[in-house]
C-alpha cells in the first residue's frame, strides 16, 4: 500500500539519483535466485547522504503514523533494516530491537536483540521488499516472543503477488513509501529509461522468473 503519491515519486526519484536503484532492461541483472532482472535495488546506499537520509527517516516516521498509529516500539530486520529502524525509533522517540535472520550460534543464542517486554505493540521496518520472505520470518520470530506486530513498513517494493500473498499468510499488512510502478513512472519522467523499455519492465514485473527466456 502507498499512502501518499507525492511522497512515492520522491523517494522514487532519490532512489534513482543516488542509484540506490537502477534500471538496464538491455543490460540486466542476475539475482542469487537466478532470476534475470532490469533493475537492482540497495536501499543501504540513502545512508551515504544525509539530505536523503533525513527525507526517508521523516517519510517513515510520517507514514508508520499515518496507517499504525504510535507503538511501543520498533523493530529493524537485519540487516537493511537495522539502521533505518534505529533512524525511525530515534525520530519517534521509541525504543529500538532488531531481529537476525535466525538464532545465534553462540553468547545467549538470541534471534531478537534489545529490550522488550510480551505484548508491546510494535511496528516492523525494512528497507526492501521482494518476497517477503526474510521479512516473514523476523515477524513470526516477534510473534512467538509474545510482541504484538501491528505491521511492516519498507522503503520499497518490487510489486510481486507472492509478496502479498506471504504478509496475507501471517496476517501482517504492510506499507512501503514507493514502488516499482512509482520508480518506472520517475524514470521516464527523468529520463533514466525510454517508452521503448516500457514493455519489458511491464513483462519482467509480471513473470520475473521467465523474463528474457
Known sequence: MILNKDRALKVAEFLLQI???KLQPNQPFQWASGWQSPIYCD??????YPNIRTYIRQAYSE?????????DIIAG??????????????????PFIYV????????????????????????????????????????????????DVKGLIAIFTYGFTVADENFNQVNCPY?????????VESALK???ISESDL???????????????
Not at 545467549?108 to 528497507?127: L, P, S
Not at 514493455?199 to 527466456?213: Q, V
Open 19 to 21: 542509484k540506490a536503484v
Open 43 to 48: 536501499n543501504r546506499i540513502t545512508l551515504s
Open 63 to 71: 507514514a508508520l503514523l499515518e496507517y499504525y498509529g504510535k507503538p
Open 77 to 94: 530486520i537485519a540487516t537493511g533494516g537495522i539502521a533505518q529502524g534505529a533512524l525511525v525509533a530515534q525520530e519517534l522517540g521509541l
Open 100 to 147: 537476525r535472520s535466525e538464532a545465534k550460534g553462540h553468547g545467549m543464542g538470541n534471534q531478537i536483540e534489545g529490550a522488550f517486554e510480551k505484548g508491546q505493540k510494535i511496528v516492523v521496518i525494512e528497507d526492501l521488499i521482494s518476497t517477503g520472505g526474510s521479512s516473514i520470518k523476523a515477524i513470526e520470530a516477534l510473534k512467538a516472543a509474545g510482541l
Open 175 to 183: 506499507v512501503t513509501l514507493t514502488n516499482y510502478d512509482f520508480l
Open 190 to 192: 527523468k529520463d533514466y
Open 199 to 213: 514493455e519489458s519492465l511491464k513483462l519482467w514485473r509480471e513473470n520475473p522468473a521467465d523474463w528474457r527466456k
